[in-house]
């Protein structure tokens, strides 16, 4: 995989949250505009995590897994927003 821009969110922690934000979203105490927040949040210890498990993964210092990882979460968000609009077309 080519590396873009000095890193690649890593799928694996995108469909994580992306699962974490959907059932987030069933938790009736949980108001939707927190849903990203939670993402980027839950995001961000699974890049740490990744970083130290994932040979590959796009950083090789905690900040920037950190970061990666937050940029995962909210990519989450993301997919999920792509998903509700390709609904609303069909």
């Known amino acids: 995989m080519e590396n873009v821009l000095g890193f690649i969110p ?3 922690i995108v469909i994580i949250v992306y699962m974490i934000g ?3 979203k069933n938790i009736d105490a949980i108001a939707d505009k927190w849903i990203p927040v939670i993402c980027g949040v839950v995001g961000a210890p699974l ?5 130290r498990l994932v ?3 796009a950083a090789s210092d905690p900040l920037t897994a950190v970061a990666v990882g937050i940029a995962s979460g909210l ?3 993301g997919v999920n927003q792509i998903i509700k609009q390709q609904q609303k077309t069909e």
């Open 75 to 77: 990519a989450a968000t």
């Open 22 to 24: 959907a059932a987030a």
């Open 47 to 51: 890049g740490l995590l990744a970083m």
């Open 55 to 57: 040979p590959d993964f």
């Open 10 to 12: 890593c799928p694996a």
